[in-house]
């Protein structure tokens, strides 16, 4: 891979982890949908260290950004975090048109920018 390739994907990562840090710690309050799908993920993920979701729709619904990070991701590939994620939303998933799973076990890969 190229310099300016690299470097176009280490700026990508950054932003991508600056706007999930200021997702994360807007102040503005969740909509009813953000609260009750947090609320299944905090029930699913009982010992998460972070759980945030965000309607990344404008309100209406449609799209959501989950970020779950837990120690039960240890040792698990990308692929079946999600699937976990997923499954733990499957009466929700229906009535979602997309939605954006991160998943890890390190929270400061989704707080520093």
Same mark, same amino acid.
């Given at each position: $891979?190229?310099? /300016?390739? !690299?470097?176009?994907?280490?700026?990508?990562?950054?932003? *991508?982890? +600056? /706007?999930?840090?200021?997702?994360?710690?807007?102040?503005? &309050?969740?909509?009813?949908? @953000?609260? %009750? !799908?947090?609320? #299944? !993920?905090?029930?699913?993920? &009982?010992?998460?260290? *972070? #759980?945030?979701?965000?309607?990344?729709?404008? =309100?209406? =619904?449609?799209?959501? @950004?989950? #970020?779950?990070?837990?120690?039960? /991701?240890?040792?698990?590939? $990308?692929?079946?975090?999600?699937?976990?994620? &997923?499954?733990? *939303?499957? %009466?929700? !998933?229906?009535?979602?048109? &997309?939605?954006? #799973?991160?998943?890890?076990?390190? @929270?400061? @890969?989704? +707080?520093?920018?």
């Amino acid at each position: $891979m190229n310099r /300016f390739r !690299l470097s176009n994907l280490i700026r990508n990562q950054t932003t *991508l982890n +600056l /706007f999930r840090y200021t997702s994360i710690n807007a102040s503005s &309050s969740k909509t009813v949908d @953000e609260t %009750k !799908l947090n609320d #299944i !993920l905090k029930k699913r993920f &009982s010992n998460a260290r *972070l #759980i945030d979701v965000k309607d990344t729709s404008a =309100g209406c =619904g449609a799209s959501y @950004e989950v #970020i779950v990070v837990t120690d039960e /991701f240890a040792n698990m590939r $990308m692929v079946n975090q999600h699937r976990l994620v &997923s499954e733990a *939303l499957n %009466k929700q !998933l229906s009535n979602i048109h &997309s939605i954006r #799973i991160f998943t890890g076990t390190d @929270e400061k @890969e989704f +707080l520093d920018s």
